[in-house]
């Protein structure tokens, strides 16, 4: 299996570490090709926010540099570890650099079947916040999320270096993750994903003009077609709360075409 981990700390440091342990733990369980990209010696220049990839296509965006490798390897891995340490209650600029300029994921999610991790390093403020969000970037990109390891960590090369990981979860985790890409068994759907799905599938179907992008991905997906009921098939849903999904996602539709009626 294929393991990626995306290295969002600037220097050597605690990040760097725990994912060196959290890499040495996948590989006692055996079969693990780990690689690193470290965000710090990439060129990937910030965003500009002209909204490029959104309407016409991520291939539109003006700036050219190393993000298509990084996308290559994502494409290429079974799972990716998200890491960053916490600076300023939030993931690091790099890491934030890098979630921009793949922002478009969210409106067309991609990376289904493979699986996530995420690792946060904190000197023990905004590390709740952080793996939140780390969370949030993973599921909205198509991620299946595994779990989440959290750490706090005095700064290297001060006198209290010693890592503590308060909730020692990492074998956990780890051993999760790697069953989870080992066995790729259906996920279990929740309320949320269900919703998530009817949501985008209800707002999207009704954005052919305003948003073609966007619209013609999920035409492609087969995502707006009637018997499709999520992204993709290695799933356990549940009829009931699909029920519930539709029921709200109507409920939305019909708002939607409300105020687009208005506008005309
Ligand atoms: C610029 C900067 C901002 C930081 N902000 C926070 C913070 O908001 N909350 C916190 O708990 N620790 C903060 N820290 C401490 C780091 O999160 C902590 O030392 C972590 O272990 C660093 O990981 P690293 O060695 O991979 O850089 C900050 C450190 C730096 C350098």
């Keep these: 299996m294929k393991i ?9 440091g605690n990040t760097l570490e725990k994912t060196q342990q959290i890499e040495d733990k ?4 055996g079969d693990v090709e780990f ?20 309407i016409k296509g991520e291939d539109s965006c003006p700036l050219h540099d190393d993000k298509e490798k990084i996308s290559h390897k994502m494409e290429e891995a079974d799972g990716v570890i998200f890491a960053t340490p916490v600076y300023s209650m939030h993931v690091s600029y790099l890491l934030k650099t890098f979630i921009d300029r793949f922002a478009y994921n969210f409106h067309r999610p991609r990376y289904f079947g493979k699986y996530a991790i995420t690792l946060a390093v904190s000197g023990g403020l905004g ?6 969000y780390l969370k949030m970037v993973a599921d909205g990109w ?17 006198p209290m270096q010693k890592l503590i990981d308060m909730k020692d979860r990492t074998d956990n985790v780890v051993g999760k993750f790697h069953t989870a890409i080992k ?21 999207y179907s009704r954005l052919e003009t305003m948003s073609p992008t966007d619209y013609r991905y999920f035409k492609e997906k087969g995502w707006f077609d009637n018997d499709v009921s999520y992204f993709y098939d290695n799933v356990r849903g549940s ?3 699909d029920r519930i999904a539709r029921i709200m ?6 708002k939607i075409d409300k105020a687009i009626a208005k506008l005309k």
Excluded at 127 to 132: A, F, I, P, S, V
Excluded at 184 to 200: E, T, V
Aim: hydrophobic share 40%; net charge positive.
């Design 4 to 12: 990626l981990a995306i290295i969002g700390s600037p220097h050597k």
């Design 26 to 29: 996948l590989k006692q369980l």
């Design 35 to 54: 690689e690193y990209i470290h965000l710090k010696d990439m060129d990937i220049k910030p965003c500009k926010g002209c909204f490029m990839c959104f």
């Design 127 to 132: 590390l709740d916040e952080t793996l939140k």
């Design 142 to 158: 198509g991620f299946e999320f595994v779990g989440q390891i959290g750490l706090v960590a005095p700064p290297k090369n001060t």
């Design 183 to 203: 066995e790729k068994q259906p996920r279990k759907l929740a309320l949320s994903d269900h919703i998530n799905f009817r949501l985008m599938q209800t707002v």
């Design 239 to 241: 009829y009931l709360k």
């Design 249 to 254: 996602s109507w409920i939305m539709g019909q």
